[in-house]
Nanobody, 120 residues
Framework: QVQLVESGGGLVQEGGSLRLSCAAS????????MGWYRQAPGKQRELVAT??????NYADSVKGRFAIARDNAENTVSLEMNSLKPEDTAVYYC???????????????WGPGTQVTVST
């Protein structure tokens, strides 16, 4: 199995910055993609940014403000968040699509989530 642990959430004022980090551990044979999703109260979980085979994808709402960085050797992914807005307030979840041996399927794994709160 694969475990994901996030860190770096917290409370920040509007216009501020935060950096989220996520590390994957456990029985990891291969990681196809890693990324970040978020879920605000009363809303569905949504994609924030993903990195897969060198291709990076961002939600339109965070383009130009957020930057994802992935270390394939360490199985880590970070999210640098700048110019934060109150609407960025949410629980942020790390996601990895990984397989634990050569014959297993790629499965989607989730971290427990970290709270990001942006105040006015």
């Amino acid at each position: 199995q694969v475990q994901l642990v996030e860190s770096g959430g917290g409370l920040v004022q509007e216009g501020g910055s935060l950096r989220l980090s996520c590390a994957a551990s456990g029985s990891i044979f291969s990681v196809n993609a890693m990324g970040w999703y978020r879920q605000a109260p009363g809303k569905q979980r949504e994609l924030v940014a993903t990195s897969s085979s060198g291709i990076v994808n961002y939600a339109d709402s965070v383009k130009g403000r957020f930057a994802i960085a992935r270390d394939n050797a360490e199985n880590t992914v970070s999210l640098e968040m700048n110019s934060l807005k109150p609407e960025d307030t949410a629980v942020y979840y790390c996601n990895a699509v990984a397989k634990y041996n050569s014959v297993s399927r790629y499965l989607s794994y989730w971290g427990p989530g970290t709270q990001v709160t942006v105040s006015t």
